[in-house]
RNA sequence: GCCCGGGUGGUGGAAUCGGUAGACACGCAGGACUUAAAAUCCUGUGGGCAGUGAUGUCCGUGCGGGUUCAAGUCCCGCCCCGGGUACCA
């Protein structure tokens, strides 16, 4: 019987049903393993063959550790809340909640012709709003809690209250925005309304007042991650600051746990990187500029202290709140700059960065140490956002302000002795101070500590930690996402009743973005207005369903809970993650954030979600492409283009359609209807094609599609062949041609165990030890290369070890049913074919993985390499037995040896047992 | 600019601790079987030079140096590609 990979998947799958083999249940007798992939946002595309590669990693990771005696928790889910799929649904013209019932239902039909062992009992969607409710549930504790810092903790708000009533806001642990000091009398005397705004400096939710990226395009606000290069992530607008009162999470209070517990994680040092680098720790000073003949003081940040002395001039945020107490009569100019630096677009301000701009405030700051007047500027290239809006310039080292300077002519006091071939502005903290009074001679890092003592003895400053990792904006004013479940009474923010969650999204026919800074859900009266208040119109945020998508997998079902105490503690924490790099900075950070929280109140049981993380590389298109000549408009081949390309339009062509990069000439004529036989130039009767790398996107013409390989080679082979690609870590291109080598590879398994009538051909014969060796020689490899993730060797390992098996000519079961138990996790269908076929009783993938045998792979000859200079002249076999004088003796006395020694001085004999000799001459 | 990755045959890639570079595949070339095709099997396949030939010999892991008996692997200096990030005071 030939390898019907149809009927074998068919029969599998039926079986797997039949037996509920990937229904997960919590085994205390075993240890867990949970192995997350990160879960989709169901795109109306569907899939293509690159996005299966974690996918089928993981899934053979979930196999061999369930085989070798793990209760294995490996789900998946859907991300179906959010921008794309609203976007998604506009761009058709029709309703999110139908096109993304449709974009799953698509996914999970393609993900199960894969094989992929999830239990899909435990699938959740963050849509659902059984899933929701505990996303808003999760929000709720947020908007509850503040953050001590005393204890770097988050605490509940009753604590913050009791601490107002008794002392008011003197001496409090709590993080948070600042405001106007208050005694225990006074706060007593507040009513609700100021009480409740004050709370907002301390809620983990908050609402806030501040600058915010507006994209008027997507007709929402974005968080700083889904900005980049002052456009939007997702299609690609412009951007613009504008000052909204927004929801915002208080993830700066966890900036530093953030980043201290990156240590312990198994992730990839670029990961930590990245999210380091957002975080962005910097140390230094905070202190206060007087600002003459006022009351006004101006708050600065510097990490350069030791500059102190070289302080020319001051400059402020164009949005700084004091601007405008700042700028003096007859300097209106000032103000009018501001407000045109403010309403340009992030990417006009950086557009523009080659040249500094800014304009004069007429006010002078006094030098905190020296009592100089220092002329009190304003800028847009100071951020409002970072430190504290204001800098105090020292040109002399710092390119920037060396740059405003420059351009409008302010003094440049060099602090610091220049190295002979430096020059202005000089930036590194190596010399020797000068011209800075108690600090002169010092070296600069003395020079710091110095300051910042001085700083603090003379209460001038504190040293201060600063971080660029700002609060993340968690309002959207669009219609598909999660509602708030908070409703305003009074003009007081209220959160709704744990017992009436979820607070479910309405059903609206026009669900538009608004054009205006409003969620859509302003329009749905009857839902948003209750006898006892508004509700919230705004929605949340992407990331917020997938913060903890992570921990509902644990228990999907449950009514009471997000998730129960006992399957938290059971399962703990994801042990393996594999997913994309993209997601570095956003749901990574975010996940870690919320994951923190929820362990700060007791409910799971580490710090940490994510112990070890994979990022799995893309996989990339190879387009095909017709070069057109455009002065003549003919189609000419590949091989008659030159290298060049000048004077030719390269064309995408559909990869399906193309067989061996070569188009018929019909072909080219059905795809380019311009086309006509006397415009084509052929090689050898076809069009060849050019090949081009580039990322799989419909556009390109380039996609392929999973369900094409499975119905051509079946799941087996599509698994096999994407590990066997390379590295998993690693982007490549894919490329169908060569699917042949790993679907050869099965097809021989089924030969050589199968006979044509159907029967297994496999004898009892005990193996010969070289078989032996050959099957355990695999084994040993895939124990550790699974672990490693490292799956292309492991296809590899099958290959070599049943070409050897073939060599020898083996027929023995005792070898080919380990050796098909040991395919399981790789290729599922067929192992469980061959598992029934010897015989098997129960199911291939619930079998004990089978354990290496050392002695097996025991050698007693080694087949030594000699080489004279470093250079191999000659192999030896030799036993492993002998010492290294004995084997340095074999060698020398060997006849060909004999011919390189002649004429020659023997200078040394190195002798590695196992590995080499290397005979030195001279 | 800065910070990470990475450069190995025609292609994807392998190579444990510094120890036989190119495993395993694809592709290509030749052959067997076949009326033919498909399927299957066998042989060869980094490059140069010499030889009818077995074979010999030199070069070879982006480039240039270094350490070492021995370097794809370690060190120094460059070049190129991919990713991240950018007025962060």
Not at 159 to 166: Q, T
Not at 266 to 283: D, H, L, P, T
Not at 540 to 567: C, I, Q, T, V
Not at 668 to 689: M, N, Q, T
Request: aromatic share 12%; net charge negative; proline share 5%.
């Amino acid at each position: 019987m030939k390898y019907d990979f149809r009927e074998i998947e068919l029969n599998a799958k039926d079986k797997w049903a039949e037996h509920k083999a990937y229904a997960v249940a919590e085994d205390p007798s075993k240890p867990s393993f949970y192995v997350l992939d990160m879960f989709p946002y169901p795109s109306g595309a569907g899939l293509h063959v690159g996005h299966p590669l974690g996918y089928i990693a993981s899934d053979i990771l979930a196999r061999y550790k369930t085989m070798s005696g793990y209760c294995v928790l490996h789900p998946m889910g859907f991300d179906a809340f959010g921008l794309p799929a609203e976007q998604y649904a506009i761009q058709t013209n029709r309703h999110p909640e139908e096109t993304t019932k449709e974009n799953i239902d698509r996914y999970r039909q393609q993900l199960e012709l894969l094989g992929l062992g999830y239990d899909w009992n435990r699938s959740v969607t963050t849509s659902d709003p059984n899933y929701y409710k505990w996303t808003q549930w999760i929000f709720l504790q947020l908007f509850n809690h503040v953050y001590r810092g005393d204890l770097q903790k988050a605490a509940p708000i009753e604590e913050l209250f009791g601490h107002f009533r008794h002392f008011g806001s003197s001496n409090h642990p709590f993080l948070g925005t600042a405001h106007d000091a208050f005694s225990a009398d006074e706060w007593n005397q507040f009513d609700s309304e100021k009480q409740a705004a004050i709370a907002m400096n301390y809620r983990l939710a908050y609402q806030a007042d501040a600058w915010v990226n507006w994209c008027e395009a997507l007709g929402t606000v974005l968080a700083n991650d889904e900005v980049k290069d002052g456009f939007s992530e997702r299609g690609g607008h412009a951007v613009e600051k504008k000052r909204l009162k927004q929801w915002f999470l208080r993830i700066s209070t966890y900036a530093d746990r953030l980043l201290l517990d990156l240590e312990g994680l198994n992730w990839s040092a670029a990961m930590k990187e990245m999210q380091s680098n957002w975080i962005g720790k910097s140390e230094g000073a905070s202190l206060g500029f007087k600002v003459a003949n006022s009351e006004i003081v101006l708050e600065v940040f510097t990490t350069r202290p030791d500059t102190l002395f070289g302080v020319s001039f001051m400059v402020l945020a164009p949005e700084h709140p004091l601007l405008a107490e700042v700028v003096k009569f007859g300097f209106e100019e000032a103000l009018a700059y501001a407000k045109q630096a403010s309403n340009r677009s992030e990417r006009e301000r950086q557009a523009g960065s080659e040249q500094a701009t800014g304009a004069f405030t007429g006010s002078y700051a006094l030098h905190p140490i020296s009592g100089k007047e220092l002329p009190i500027w304003v800028g847009d290239y100071v951020l409002a956002g970072y430190g504290t809006g204001a800098v105090m310039a020292v040109p002399a080292h710092d390119t920037r302000d060396h740059k405003f300077a420059m351009a409008f002519g302010l003094p440049i006091l060099p602090v610091i002795e220049l190295p002979e071939d430096e020059s202005l502005p000089y930036e590194s903290k190596e010399g020797r101070l000068m011209h800075s009074d108690f600090l002169n001679g010092l070296e600069v890092k003395e020079g710091i500590s110095a300051m910042l003592a001085h700083l603090e003895a003379k209460k001038l400053g504190l040293k201060t930690v600063n971080y660029r990792l700002r609060d993340a904006n968690f309002s959207r004013q669009r219609y598909w996402g999660e509602p708030f479940p908070i409703v305003y009474s009074t003009g007081i923010a209220k959160a709704v009743d744990v017992q009436d969650l979820p607070v479910e999204l309405p059903h609206m026919e026009d669900f538009k973005p608004t054009g205006r800074p409003e969620s859509p859900l302003t329009k749905a009266k009857a839902w948003t207005e209750l006898p006892e208040g508004i509700r919230e119109t705004d929605t949340m945020p992407g990331f917020a369903g997938s913060s903890w998508y992570f921990l509902r997998y644990m228990d999907p079902k449950n009514n009471e809970h997000f998730a129960s105490s006992a399957a938290l503690n059971y399962w703990k924490q994801v042990d393996v993650y594999i997913g994309g790099t993209e997601h570095a900075v956003g749901h990574l950070l975010y996940a870690r954030f919320w994951h923190k929280f929820l362990y700060d109140l007791g409910y799971v049981p580490g710090h940490e979600p994510f112990k070890r993380l994979v990022n799995q590389g893309m996989i990339l298109g190879r387009s095909n492409l017709v070069y057109r000549e455009t002065s003549t408009g003919k189609y000419v081949s590949a091989g008659l283009v030159p290298t060049s390309k000048k004077g030719f339009q390269a064309l995408h062509v559909d990869v399906n359609v193309v067989h061996d990069d070569a188009l018929l000439p019909e072909q080219v004529l059905a795809i380019f209807p311009e086309a006509r036989p006397h415009l084509l130039v052929l090689e050898e009767g076809v069009l060849k094609c050019g090949v081009e790398i580039e990322k799989m996107s419909k556009s390109k013409f380039n996609v392929v599609n999973p369900d094409a390989i499975v119905e051509d080679y079946g799941a087996d082979t599509l698994r096999m062949y994407e590990m066997f690609l390379g590295p998993i870590e690693q982007s490549k291109p894919w490329n169908t041609q060569g699917i042949e080598g790993v679907n050869k590879f099965l097809r021989r398994v089924w030969r050589h165990c199968i006979s044509e009538g159907g029967h297994c051909v496999l004898t009892s014969d005990s193996p010969e030890p070289a078989a032996l060796k050959s099957l355990h020689t695999l084994l040993k490899r895939l124990h550790q290369d699974i672990e490693d993730m490292s799956m292309n060797t492991c296809i590899s390992a099958f290959m070599i070890c049943l070409n050897e098996l073939l060599d020898q000519k083996c027929k023995s079961i005792e070898i080919f049913r380990p050796f098909s138990l040991a395919l399981s996790p790789f290729a599922p269908f067929i192992a469980e074919a061959l598992w029934e076929k010897m015989g098997g009783v129960g199911l291939a993938c619930k079998q004990e993985f089978p354990k290496v045998e050392e002695k097996h792979l025991v050698e007693d000859q080694f087949s030594y390499p000699v080489s004279f200079n470093g250079k191999k002249r000659f192999d030896l076999t030799l036993p492993l037995s002998l010492s290294p004088s004995e084997i340095q003796q074999e060698v020398l006395s060997h006849a060909e040896a004999k011919k390189w020694l002649q004429g020659q001085t023997l200078r040394k004999v190195i002798v590695v047992p196992g590995r080499i000799v290397n005979i030195v001459l001279g």
